[in-house]
């Protein structure tokens, strides 16, 4: 059983910078993909970035990128989601993941382990 804890988020002005991490225990880190998602009120949980097991192969949602940037340190069973120029739409939930043996895949369905979550505000 893998335990995902989330941090870092809060309230940010447009055009600011946040850095999310995901601290990881209770499995092998590096046999794991990890994703961010995220969830604004009234919407469904939508993919935001993955990594692969290595941190070779990033994938990104069209709507971050250029901005947002996913790494993991292997060595901390940490994943860090680094947030720059952020917009009010930005505003969300954010929720790290785990996908057992994966990719870093685009789908919430293919992860096994979820964190509880961390609100990210942007204002106007």
């Known amino acids: 059983q893998v335990q995902l804890v989330e941090s870092g988020g809060g309230l940010v002005q447009a055009g600011g910078s946040l850095r999310l991490s995901c601290a990881a225990s209770g499995g092998i880190f590096s046999r794991y993909a990890m994703g961010w998602f995220r969830q604004a009120p009234g919407k469904e949980r939508e993919f935001v970035a993955a990594i692969s097991w290595s941190g070779g192969s990033t994938n990104y949602a069209d709507s971050v990128k250029g901005r947002f940037t996913i790494s993991r340190d292997n060595a901390k069973n940490t994943v860090y989601l680094q947030m720059n120029s952020l917009k009010p739409e930005d505003t969300a939930v954010y929720y790290c993941?785990?996908?057992?043996?994966?990719?870093?895949?685009?789908?919430?369905?293919?992860?096994?382990?979820w964190g509880q979550g961390t609100q990210v505000t942007v204002s106007s």
């Open positions: 993941a785990a996908e057992r043996y994966g990719g870093g895949s685009y789908s919430s369905r293919s992860y096994d382990y």
